[in-house]
Each structure stands twice: as structure tokens, then as C-alpha cells.
């Protein structure tokens, strides 16, 4: 690991974001964008699975707030490893940060276990969530707040 920390380190992107001052701050601030574009979309629609805002179909929901989330998880994936890049024997060795990359993980693996279920496509069908599907909400709405609250630990715990 101590290797391909020292390479990564010394990849020309993670020296400019070392060096820049504007550079690491713009990266970080769309990393917390991507991490908004995830989050709220997907709470939002857990929520409504879990049974709120029902005077809204899920079905109307589904679609671009599954977009939105999906188009959030590639641009955090992609700023985090920027941020990552800068410090990676640091954020190897810290347990928050270990904690956080496994529930993002966890967060797609069950997104992608949603939408690969009878249920997703009859609540794209206009159908009302059924218990396995509220049961799925639940660890997703769970892993991703605390996918953040470890990711806000890192700077915590060193």
C-alpha cells in the first residue's frame, strides 16, 4: 500500500492541488456539491418510499432524482479521488476514512440493488412501494448519512 500511496502522491494533478491555492479549495467545494447532488435526491425518494410526501407518485419521482444522485456519485467519485490524491498514505491510515469509502460503496452496491428489483420497476410503473422496497430505502437513507457523518470525521480523527 505504502507504494502506491508514494505514486499517487507523485502524480502531477496531486502536487498542482498541493501547490494551488485555488486549486484544492475549488476541488473540495465540488466535492460537498457532489455530495449534495447524492444525498438530497436520494433522501428524498427513500423518504417517499419510507411513505412521505404521498400526495407526489413515486413514479415522478424516481426517474431524475435517480439521475440526479447517479450524476452526483460520478462527480464525487471523481473529486474524491482528486482530494485523495493529495494525502493518500494520510487517508489510508485513517479509520473515518476507511469507514467512509466502504458505506459509499454499500450506498451504490444497494442503489444498484434497488434498481435491479421487481419493485423499482413497478414503482416506475406507478405502483406503491412494498415492504422489501421501504426495507432497502432504510439501509440506503442509513449508509448514506453515515457515508457523511464519516466523512466529516476524517478531518477528526488522524
Given at each position: 500500500?505504502?507504494?502506491?500511496?508514494?505514486?499517487?502522491?507523485?502524480?502531477?494533478?496531486?502536487?498542482?492541488?498541493?501547490?494551488?491555492?485555488?486549486?484544492?479549495?475549488?476541488?473540495?467545494a465540488?466535492?460537498?456539491?457532489?455530495?449534495?447532488?447524492?444525498?438530497?435526491?436520494?433522501?428524498?425518494?427513500?423518504?417517499?418510499?419510507?411513505g412521505?410526501?404521498?400526495?407526489?407518485?413515486?413514479?415522478?419521482?424516481?426517474?431524475?432524482?435517480?439521475?440526479?444522485?447517479?450524476?452526483?456519485?460520478?462527480?464525487?467519485?471523481?473529486?474524491?479521488?482528486?482530494?485523495?490524491?493529495?494525502?493518500?498514505?494520510?487517508?489510508?491510515?485513517n479509520?473515518?476514512?476507511?469507514?467512509?469509502?466502504?458505506?459509499?460503496?454499500?450506498?451504490?452496491?444497494?442503489?444498484?440493488?434497488?434498481?435491479?428489483?421487481?419493485?423499482?420497476?413497478?414503482?416506475?410503473?406507478?405502483?406503491?412501494?412494498?415492504?422489501?422496497?421501504?426495507?432497502?430505502?432504510?439501509?440506503?437513507?442509513?449508509?448514506?448519512?453515515?457515508?457523511?457523518?464519516?466523512?466529516?470525521w476524517?478531518?477528526?480523527?488522524?
Open positions: 500500500m505504502e507504494g502506491f500511496a508514494e505514486l499517487v502522491a507523485a502524480w502531477p494533478g496531486a502536487r498542482f492541488l498541493r501547490q494551488s491555492l485555488v486549486a484544492y479549495p475549488l476541488v473540495n465540488l466535492h460537498i456539491l457532489a455530495i449534495a447532488l447524492v444525498a438530497g435526491p436520494i433522501l428524498v425518494l427513500d423518504l417517499r418510499i419510507l412521505a410526501f404521498r400526495a407526489i407518485p413515486a413514479a415522478h419521482l424516481a426517474r431524475p432524482l435517480a439521475r440526479t444522485a447517479a450524476v452526483g456519485v460520478g462527480l464525487a467519485l471523481v473529486t474524491g479521488a482528486l482530494l485523495f490524491s493529495t494525502r493518500p498514505a494520510g487517508y489510508l491510515a479509520p473515518a476514512f476507511l469507514l467512509k469509502v466502504a458505506l459509499v460503496g454499500l450506498g451504490i452496491l444497494n442503489a444498484l440493488v434497488i434498481r435491479a428489483t421487481p419493485g423499482w420497476r413497478r414503482l416506475l410503473a406507478g405502483a406503491e412501494p412494498g415492504a422489501p422496497d421501504r426495507a432497502l430505502a432504510l439501509v440506503s437513507a442509513a449508509t448514506w448519512i453515515a457515508a457523511i457523518l464519516a466523512g466529516r476524517i478531518a477528526f480523527v488522524e
